[in-house]
Every structure is written in C-alpha cells, then in structure tokens.
C-alpha cells in the first residue's frame, strides 16, 4: 500500500509493555501509519489536531468520562476512537459507542482482533460489543443523533426541564428518549445511568 494512502494511527498513553505491543502491531502492518504515539491526555486535543489521525487508539481510562468520547468527535470528526479498557461492561461499552467511539474493546483483545477493529474504524464503522453467545449484546443498540444529545446531557445531570429548554423539545419527548436511551444501554434508570464508570 502507498505511504499516501496508509490509514494513519495514532496511540494514546499505556502502560509500556501494552504500549510497545500496540506500536508494533501497528508498524507492521503495511497498511497502517504511526503518526503519534504516547499522547497524554491533556495533550490529545493538540496531538489529534497536528496529525489528523483516522484512528487514535486510546485507554479509556484515562478519560475523566463517556462525555468526553463525545467531545473529542465533535472536535476530531476525520479522527474514529477505538477504546482499550480493563473491564467495560456492556452498558459501559455501550455509552462509549453512543457517544462516538468506534470500539471498546478489552486490552487483552487478540492482536488480529485490534487490527480488524482499525480497520473497520478507519471506514467510519462502529464494532458492537457481543454477549457469550455471539449474538450483539442486548444492551448495545446504537443511539439515534437526538438520543445521543439527550444523553450527553443526561450524563450532565441536567433535569428533564433544562434538557426540555436547551433541545427546544417537551419534557415529554425528554422522558421518551431517556427510556429509549435506558433500553439500548441495558439499563433501568438514570440512578443507575450516572454511577461512576470504571472502563479502565
């Protein structure tokens, strides 16, 4: 593949042995560029904004939370998110994909696994988390553009009422896209929706 059009990559900050191991997977592959690597996460707006990367490989958690997967594709939209975590569970696998993120996969993922997730990302497509069975998880349902607004603000704990005003809808429709959000993310309630993630 030519240098022009290799997907380019680049990867946050890990712990080293993990990082050595996802620089190497991605030097050599022929089809895929390292632009950066190491990236802090003060320094990702900047890294991200210099080398337009289609995919930048990030431990999520290092991110302070799911709003800010949202955050970094309003800014970077060339630039697709695939998540490395400890343990994410559906649900949190779940958020990180409604707000964005093209994958949240296990870092202890198979290494075939990681290259296929890249190059899906780099094509703009998001990996669903599967259950035990192989079939998508119940709880991974893709949130619509409308219900990924409500729950950026939900996750704000912003009242029905102020998310009503700021998206110029009824309290009603709010509900409505709250029980939906709750539904595709496998869960019950907005108690439930703002319990501190631990993705890392």
């Not at 990236?39 to 999520?60: G, K, S």
């Not at 800014?75 to 409604?98: F, G, I, K, N, Y």
């Amino acid at each position: 593949m030519s240098e022009t059009s290799a997907i380019t990559v680049a990867v946050g900050r890990f712990p080293d042995l993990l990082a050595r191991g996802l620089r190497g997977l991605v030097q050599d592959d022929p089809s895929l560029e390292l632009v950066a690597r190491d990236m802090a996460p003060a320094q990702l707006d900047a890294v991200l904004r210099r080398h337009d990367p289609r995919v930048a490989i990030l431990d999520a958690g290092t991110l302070r939370s799911p709003i800010e997967v949202r955050e970094l594709t309003i800014r970077h939209p060339a630039t697709h998110l695939l998540l490395l975590a400890d343990h994410a569970s559906s649900v949190e696998a779940a958020q990180l994909l409604a707000f964005g993120a093209a994958a949240c996969l296990s870092k202890g993922t198979q290494e075939r696994d990681v290259l296929n997730a890249i190059h899906l990302a780099s094509r703009g497509l998001q990996l669903i988390p599967r259950g035990a069975d192989g079939a998508p998880s119940s709880g991974s349902g893709l949130l619509t553009a409308r219900e990924s607004d409500v729950l950026a603000e939900l996750q704000r704990r912003r009242s029905n009422a102020q998310i009503a005003a700021d998206l110029s809808i009824s309290v009603e429709t709010v509900r409505t896209h709250a029980r939906h959000i709750y539904r595709k993310l496998g869960i019950s309630s907005r108690r439930e929706l703002l319990t501190p993630a631990r993705v890392g």
